[in-house]
């Protein structure tokens, strides 16, 4: 049983800044790309950052140079540090990892509980 466990969600004014958290346990065997996407009421899922087992990063273009995902593989937690925070980043954010739970097992995509962020204007 794999679990992603989120926290760092909350209320924060524009400009300001929020640090998401994402924890991965249970049975891993490896953990490759890590991710974080958002959702609003009535509009689809959408990438926000990846970062692979690597480290190469990837972002949703209305974020980067506000947004900064990193990884600690030690941890098997992936961070998104979010700076001048706008009311359009209000959305509820989900963490995504795609995890091999044996040497034997193909890679299953996994996906957290989800943590509200809102920012007032």
């Known amino acids: 049983q794999v679990q992603l466990v989120e926290s760092g969600g909350g209320l924060v004014q524009a400009g300001g800044s929020l640090k998401l958290s994402c924890a991965a346990s249970?049975?891993?065997?490896?953990?490759?790309?890590m991710g974080w996407y958002r959702q609003t009421p009535g509009k689809q899922r959408e990438l926000v950052a990846a970062?692979?087992?690597?480290?190469?990063?990837n972002y949703a273009d209305s974020v980067k140079g506000r947004f900064t995902i990193s990884r600690d593989n030690a941890k098997n937690t992936v961070y998104l540090q979010m700076n001048s925070l706008k009311p359009e980043d209000t959305a509820v954010y989900y963490c995504?990892?795609?995890?091999?739970?044996?040497?034997?097992?193909?890679?299953?995509?996994?996906w957290g509980q989800g943590t509200q962020v809102t920012v007032s204007s």
């Open positions: 995504n990892a795609d995890i091999v739970i044996d040497y034997l097992s193909r890679e299953y995509d996994y």
């Open positions: 249970g049975t891993i065997f490896m953990i490759n790309a």
């Open positions: 970062i692979s087992s690597a480290g190469r990063t």
